[in-house]
Structure formats: structure tokens, C-alpha cells
């Protein structure tokens, strides 16, 4: 098994925050995997894995879905948005702590619904966030988190503004500011895209310091470096 980061176990390793999966289970996990025999090779990145059939009989890819996905929408590249992705892993690796992080002290905005934009909610809430808000598109009856994580959340203090979608990440003098929403009547999804209308007069902004986008996410398949034909970046062809 080749491992690209310092550490085994994937997404639940370095996607779950350690209050709700503590890491010496999955430790336990992995050692119980290789002490079968199983030969695992950390920090070793593999950039091209149509080469490794020149040393194996196969190869089986399975880089799980690490890669975080911002909307394109103005002001997403400010220095202080990010992907839940990337910040869970950098706290996990212990790049980000209590006493050094960016979002201490902090309002923070987590733009998603789901279990993961949860996750990096209540990851900011211990790492000392002066205020935590999530906002999504669906209604907090369709949220896609769990209905016990949503009131887990707002227990902990995390404010929630369902029904909106997202105009632009304000800013001045390249600093956050907070995020331009509109209220929706949000429908569904159709072909994979949001399907919605914009309720007029409700334009707001939500103020906030930083931004963290938990909207979905993809696998990085830049090891196949073409070789191997792909939907949609996700499933490979077979």
C-alpha cells in the first residue's frame, strides 16, 4: 500500500476530526491490517500509477476523495477561505492546533450542509472560533447532515441559515468580510446541479473572517495522468 501522507487510514484518519473518531481505533485498524502482511509505505506519493504494472501484476486505485471543491463565485481565493478538506486534514496532521490556528478568535462561515461542513464547524468551535454559522441551500428540514449532527451543532452554539445560496465572499482590503447570500426555494438537484429560485428583496451578507467551503468534493486522479479513461473525474471506466 503506497500512502501519500505521514499517516494511514484515509478519510478516517485524516477527514474525521478525533472527537467523533478517536485515531488510536484506527491505529488499531491499520496495525491489525498489517500484521497480516501487509506491506505499507508512507509518504510516498505515487505520480504515476500506470507505471507501477512494470513491478506488480495489478494495481488497484483507491485514493478515496480528498481533493475540496470551492464555488466560483468572487472572492474565493482570499487568503482566508479554505476547503473543509484541507482544514480537517491540516488539524488532524497537528499543522493546525488550538494555539495556532487561523480561525481562533475568528467568526466562521462554513458554506455546506452535509456531515462534512458539520465536521469543520464544530472542529473551528474547539480550536476557539468566536462564532461559528453554517449556511446551505436546502432547507434545515433537507439539510443533508444528520438531523441529531444539526442539533449537535446549534448545541454548541453553531448558527445555521438554511435556504440561501452564495453571490460572492466579501472582502475589503483583502480580508474577509463576510458572505453576499440570497434566500431560495430550493428544489433538488437536476444533473448534478442545484436547482432553485432566488427570492427577491432578501439579499444579505453574513458577516464572517473566514470562509470554510464544504460544497463536495472529488477524488485526485492526476496519477492515472490520462492513461485510464474517467467519468466525470470520479469513476474510472472500465
Known amino acids: 500500500v503506497f500512502e501519500a501522507l505521514p499517516k494511514a487510514g484515509g478519510m478516517m484518519r485524516v477527514g474525521i476530526p478525533e472527537y467523533r473518531l478517536p485515531y488510536d481505533l484506527v491505529q488499531k485498524e491499520v496495525d491489525d491490517i498489517t500484521m497480516l502482511g501487509v506491506e505499507l509505505k508512507l509518504n510516498q506519493r505515487v505520480n504515476d500509477a500506470p507505471a507501477l504494472l512494470n513491478d506488480f501484476d495489478a494495481v488497484f486505485i483507491a485514493v478515496g476523495a480528498h481533493t475540496g471543491i470551492k464555488l466560483p463565485i468572487p472572492g474565493n481565493d482570499l487568503p482566508q477561505t479554505s476547503v473543509a478538506t484541507d482544514f480537517l486534514r491540516q488539524v488532524s496532521l497537528g499543522e493546525i492546533s488550538s494555539t495556532q490556528s487561523p480561525t481562533s478568535g475568528k467568526r466562521v462561515l462554513v458554506l455546506g450542509g452535509g456531515n462534512v461542513a458539520i465536521d469543520a464547524a464544530m472542529t473551528a468551535v474547539r480550536l476557539g472560533a468566536s462564532w461559528v454559522g453554517m449556511t446551505c441551500l436546502e432547507s434545515r428540514e433537507k439539510m443533508p447532515a444528520h438531523d441529531w449532527e444539526v442539533r449537535d451543532a446549534q448545541e454548541e452554539g453553531i448558527e445555521v441559515f438554511p435556504g440561501r445560496?452564495?453571490?460572492?465572499?466579501?472582502?475589503?482590503?483583502?480580508?474577509?468580510?463576510?458572505?453576499?447570500?440570497?434566500?431560495v426555494n430550493f428544489r433538488g438537484f437536476v444533473?448534478?446541479?442545484?436547482?432553485?429560485?432566488?427570492?427577491?428583496?432578501?439579499?444579505?451578507?453574513?458577516?464572517?473572517?473566514?470562509?470554510?467551503?464544504?460544497?463536495?468534493?472529488?477524488?485526485?486522479?492526476?496519477?492515472?495522468?490520462?492513461?485510464?479513461?474517467?467519468?466525470r473525474n470520479r469513476t474510472v471506466a472500465v
Open 165 to 183: 445560496t452564495f453571490r460572492e465572499v466579501a472582502s475589503e482590503d483583502g480580508h474577509v468580510t463576510g458572505v453576499r447570500t440570497v434566500n
Open 191 to 231: 444533473e448534478g446541479r442545484p436547482d432553485f429560485d432566488e427570492l427577491p428583496g432578501t439579499e444579505t451578507v453574513i458577516p464572517c473572517d473566514v470562509v470554510i467551503f464544504a460544497i463536495g468534493q472529488r477524488p485526485d486522479l492526476s496519477a492515472l495522468g490520462g492513461k485510464v479513461e474517467t467519468v
